[in-house]
């Protein structure tokens, strides 16, 4: 009688959990069809300031240039101390950076210029990045697809001086992408002042560098910043102001050798790119005025 007890309880227990197990069995595969159901992407519409829609009219859909300028710390490099700029800077900072850079480009390369061939991010970050030698990092070129713009926060819209030095940054870095499209003559560019480049460029000053045929201090680094830096200095400048700092230069031959740099300059923009780079000049000189008026 008990061994029969027993047995009927073992039969009641084993169904019951059979049971238990086919319900959970049922509620996990409920939940994982629930989960497969799902998207694990974020979906939703998200919430655009008045400034995202600026850019997105004006940088993104105009140019297909996405800005950054909200804090992400996989983008920046975190040995220096960076952060983003206020939000209020950002606008009026990528207003000039459009009027005077973009538009200039546009006109004269053609609506599709700066489209076709541009970075496709600019990162904005507020403040100043030094480097370990003392010197000031004032933008970076990744790769051509991302122009890295310092000193945000300290732009002043007012003062030519200010404007100039921070879109000397953009005039440079774009540069440096035009030539990763298609290469310039380095070789030929080395061989007006091959023995005058230096790793040590910041010892020297730039009313030095020019009486030794280079157009500012940092072109003294490599024949690539040297190239980059002639194109930097004949847009920030008008062609009147850009022919007083040769002017100003009492060494001739260092004057000469910069006239050479400047002719394959010039010959470049107009062989490979279509452009000539003293009408650049002009609309850069009057978009900049425009900017401080």
């Keep these: 009688m008990i061994n029969n007890i027993k047995n009927i309880i073992s039969v009641i227990w084993s169904k019951t959990v059979v049971m238990i197990i086919t319900v959970l069995c049922l509620v996990a595969c409920g939940e994982e069809e629930d989960s497969l159901t799902e998207s694990v992407l974020d979906t939703t519409t998200p ?4 400034l995202d829609i600026y850019i997105r009219s004006n940088y993104v ?16 490099d975190n040995n220096r101390y960076l952060f983003p700029p206020i939000e209020d800077n950002v606008q009026p900072v990528l207003e000039v950076v459009e009027k005077i850079w973009l538009d200039s480009y546009t006109e004269i390369g053609g609506e599709n210029f700066v489209k076709l ?23 970076l070129a990744e790769g051509g697809k991302r ?30 992408i035009l030539n990763q499209t298609i290469p310039f003559d380095e070789d030929g560019y080395g061989e007006i ?4 480049y230096t790793a040590q460029w910041f010892n020297t000053s730039i009313a030095d560098a020019r009486e030794l045929g ?4 940092y072109a003294r680094s490599s024949v690539i910043e040297d190239f980059a830096e002639m194109v930097n200095y004949m847009l920030i400048n008008s062609n009147e102001e850009y ?51």
Excluded: M
């Design 47 to 50: 919430n655009l300031t008045e």
């Design 61 to 76: 859909s105009k140019y297909n240039i996405d800005v950054l300028y909200e804090w992400d710390e996989t983008i920046v």
């Design 117 to 139: 061939v541009a970075p496709r991010q600019l990162l904005l970050v507020g403040g100043r990045n030094y480097n370990q030698s003392g010197t000031i990092l004032l933008g």
């Design 147 to 176: 122009i890295t713009l310092f000193e945000t926060d300290l732009v002043d819209l007012t003062d030519k001086e200010n404007i100039t030095r921070f879109l000397s940054t953009i005039q440079h870095e774009y540069c440096h």
């Design 193 to 196: 002042t091959p023995s005058e």
């Design 214 to 217: 280079f157009i500012s201090d």
């Design 243 to 293: 022919n007083a700092l040769i002017d100003a230069i009492t060494n001739e031959e260092a004057k000469e050798n910069i006239r050479a740099k400047e002719a394959i300059v010039a010959d470049y923009f107009l062989k490979q790119w279509a452009i000539d780079i003293y009408e650049l000049q002009e609309v850069t000189a009057r978009n900049t005025q425009e900017v401080i008026n």
